[in-house]
């Protein structure tokens, strides 16, 4: 299944499938100060960015379900390979509320130019992911249990790029449980996120 490698088409996709197990309730529907809901501000972010469409993936209206249930993020980012025809995607997790447009413009230009997987530091989300046969295959493989399920494994098969993070701030958290999302109104940040209606 041969495909472009650097892709004249990328499409943004927003991972918001998980469980929400330590949160105790879906995160993608928390509250976000700027934009709605989780879910709604990350698929603005991306809409903000030159990508042919934005698409989501989970078991949810309007979004692209795993075609195998239970392969965590793999199993989403495959599903959505395989219902679109992009050539690449630029990947972002919907429990990540203060990742900014700065970052994913300078993950999809870095990753457009080079052809090959991108990442910031040692975190691997966000990710610019080339849809290539390599690619696709492993994702296959992963999927079906004949190659390791995760992330890391697939991004040093690939031979990812990490990029180095520039800003000293904590952009790249992700908010798991509700101390995590309780500590996003702490003094130090200007957002005045709330946790309403918990458990």
């Known amino acids: 299944m041969a495909r472009t490698l650097v892709g004249k088409s990328t499409i943004g996709v927003v991972l918001a499938g998980g469980r929400s197990s330590r949160m105790g309730r879906d995160k993608a529907l928390l509250s976000h100060p700027q934009r709605g809901n989780f879910l709604q501000n990350a698929e603005a972010l991306l809409s903000e960015l030159p990508l042919e469409k934005v698409v989501t993936s989970g078991a949810r209206p309007g979004a692209i379900e795993d075609l195998v249930p239970e392969r965590g993020p793999l199993g989403g980012i495959y599903s959505v390979a395989m219902a679109t025809d992009a050539d690449a995607a630029l990947v972002i997790p919907v429990d990540m509320p203060l990742l900014g447009r700065e970052h994913l413009s300078e ?40 190659a390791r399920n995760s992330v890391g494994a697939l991004l040093r098969h690939l031979g990812a790029k990490s990029i180095p993070i520039k800003s000293a701030d904590d952009w790249h958290r992700n908010i798991n449980t509700p101390a995590d999302y309780l500590g996003l109104n702490s003094p130090d940040k200007t957002s005045e996120f709330h946790f309403e209606n918990s458990f």
């Open 107 to 146: 993950l999809l230009a870095e990753g457009q130019a080079s052809g090959r997987p991108c990442y910031f530091a040692d975190f691997f989300f966000p990710l610019w992911l080339p849809f290539n046969s390599d690619c696709l295959d492993y994702l296959r493989h992963a999927v079906e249990g004949s």
